[in-house]
């Protein structure tokens, strides 16, 4: 499944809080989306029937926790990025950021290790 844009925010407030009640993510997520109550609250619920939110309806407040971790979340973008983007190239996706961005002579050593010590 990909999320969207504005469900990777409502799952980042989720990570970061590790779960909370509506008024906490509100506030949570007013200053970067301005998004009101009542914008929150459908983006939840239609994320619990999508299945990546749980929210407990025997607490009072409710609360909201994320069902999916944010690693399982970033693995399936990232093969999802490689895969529509590059092809499935990893070496092809590197060399594109390499040739674009500066890294450290720090970067570059962990970069070579990495590579050292992959097994193929």
């Known amino acids: 499944m990909n999320l969207s844009d504005r469900e990777w925010t409502v799952l980042s407030a989720l990570w970061k809080t590790g779960g909370a009640e ?6 949570e997520l007013h200053s970067e989306t301005g998004w009101s109550r009542n914008t929150v609250l459908t983006y939840l619920t239609r994320m619990e029937a999508k299945g990546l939110v749980d929210i407990d309806k025997d607490s009072s407040p409710h609360i909201y926790r994320a069902t999916v971790d944010r690693e399982s979340c970033r693995q399936k973008e990232r093969k999802s990025f490689l895969s529509r983007v590059y092809s499935g190239s990893a070496s092809d996706l590197i060399a594109a ?6 890294i450290s002579e720090e970067e570059r050593e962990e970069l070579r290790k990495l590579l050292d010590n992959m097994e193929v």
């Not at 950021?97 to 500066?102: D, G, N, S, V, Y």
């Open 97 to 102: 950021f390499l040739k674009e961005e500066h």
């Open 22 to 27: 509506l008024g906490v993510l509100v506030s």
